[in-house]
């Protein structure tokens, strides 16, 4: 938890637990099926969101 100060010269930051587990080493108490999973997940939700904006949005800026 970091807490934010705000005192006359500017903001101070200080942390007030120390944060001893990395990010990796979380992600790497998975099983790497649900990693992949879910990193395939994501990535299938970013193309069909893509494809909509392209399909709502070049018909617009079409000559035609």
Same mark, same amino acid.
């Given at each position: *938890?970091? %807490?934010?100060?705000?005192?006359?010269?500017? *903001?101070? =930051?200080? &942390?007030?637990? /120390?944060?001893?587990? /990395?990010? %990796?080493?979380? &992600?790497? @108490?998975?099983?790497p099926?649900?990693v992949? @999973? =879910?990193?395939? *997940?994501?990535?299938?939700?970013?193309? %069909?969101?893509? !494809?909509? $904006? $392209?399909?709502?949005?070049? /018909?617009?800026? !079409? /000559?035609?």
């Amino acid at each position: *938890m970091v %807490i934010l100060r705000l005192n006359r010269f500017g *903001m101070d =930051a200080e &942390v007030a637990e /120390p944060v001893t587990v /990395p990010l %990796i080493v979380e &992600v790497a @108490s998975f099983p790497p099926v649900l990693v992949l @999973s =879910a990193f395939a *997940m994501l990535l299938s939700a970013l193309v %069909i969101l893509l !494809s909509v $904006i $392209i399909a709502v949005f070049l /018909p617009l800026h !079409s /000559p035609l």
